[in-house]
């Protein structure tokens, strides 16, 4: 009986000593090598004793100061290397430890239009273009053995890739493009440039009066053309067709029979009906038209088809 007692006094003053010493601090970072701007989470791994908990986590830290247990989101705009202590105390004293938190500044970098004149170099602000002109986009600003990148419309699977990385030429349909530089720390800044692409200052639509789709490969569909599309090829549907964004194209017979339909620019007619050929004849054709611009229109006439 005498011996449980003695080990059962040696086990409470045991306890009470664990939970009455100085406390010792102690905390984790979420991380310690950040960007200007970021944000960090703190937690607090003081033993268990502690009573009151007081953070510094330097000037231009924000916040600055904290009294609580958890602080939760540091956040740093300034680089710099910042020391953050925590000191950890109880009726038996205190205890204090410090860690360290590197914030990288981010890179300098400005996109520009430019252009060169009598070999002297100029910078252009945001800019016009009528479609087909190209735009010289030059960036400026990439940190030493960082890297540059362009993004359309700041699509980042759209990156585009230039072989010196600091310019290129585009020739839009997009009306925007990002420029983004990274340093080593994979710390960021980007600027934007914005092209509007305009186009001609009269949009013509108008269809042929008459076809031959004999197979020679001259003039072998019935189909819109434009001013737009340069080379009147049709390549690329709604981007160079005729910068029409929906259409309804029909043919009819001289019975009214509608022999041929689309709502695809890029698509003509070859001059069957039911998969066989319309003998030569003359044919009416109805177009009905919206362009990007917003302005509908319609246009009505014949078309002669030969063979």
């Known amino acids: 009986m005498k011996v449980f007692i003695i080990l059962f006094l040696t086990f409470v003053n045991t306890m009470v000593w664990s939970q009455s010493g100085v406390p010792t601090a102690d905390f984790s970072l979420s991380e310690s090598n950040i960007c200007s701007g970021e944000c960090i989470e703190i937690l607090n791994t003081s033993t268990s004793n502690s009573q009151t908990w007081i953070w510094d986590f330097g000037t231009g830290a924000n916040p600055s100061s904290y009294q609580g247990q958890n602080p939760g989101l540091v956040c740093f705009s300034n680089p710099g290397t910042y020391t953050i202590t925590l000191t950890a105390s109880n009726a038996f004293g205190s205890n204090s430890t410090s860690q360290t938190v590197t914030v990288t500044a981010n890179p300098s970098v400005n996109g520009t239009i430019s252009d060169t004149l009598g070999g002297v170099y100029v910078e252009i602000p945001d800019t016009t273009i009528y479609m087909y002109q190209n735009a010289y986009l030059w960036g400026s600003g990439i940190p030493s053995g960082g890297t ?3 993004y359309p419309s700041g699509v980042e699977s759209n990156q585009i890739q ?3 990385g600091d310019s290129l030429t585009v020739n839009p349909f997009y009306t925007t493009y990002y420029v983004v530089a990274y340093n080593l720390n994979g710390c960021f800044s980007y600027d ?12 013509r639509v108008a269809v042929p009066n008459s076809f031959s789709p004999n197979n020679d490969g001259k003039n072998d569909f019935l189909r819109i053309l434009t001013n737009v599309d340069e080379d009147n ?14 259409l309804d194209f029909k043919v009819y017979n001289s019975y009214g029979i509608l022999v041929f339909r689309t709502s695809d620019p890029d698509e003509g007619w070859d001059g069957t009906f039911k ?3 319309e003998n030569p004849a003359t044919f009416v054709y109805v177009v009905d038209y919206k362009l990007i611009s917003g ?13």
Not at 233 to 246: D, L, P, Q, R, V
């Open 148 to 150: 540059m990148a362009w």
């Open 162 to 164: 230039v072989a010196n």
């Open 192 to 203: 934007t440039v914005l092209v509007n692409v305009r186009f001609n200052d009269s949009i």
């Open 233 to 246: 090829n049709f390549s690329n549907g709604f981007k160079e067709g005729g910068a029409i964004a929906e």
């Open 275 to 277: 998969g066989k050929n």
């Open 295 to 307: 302005i509908s229109q319609s246009i009505k006439g014949n078309v002669t088809l030969y063979r």
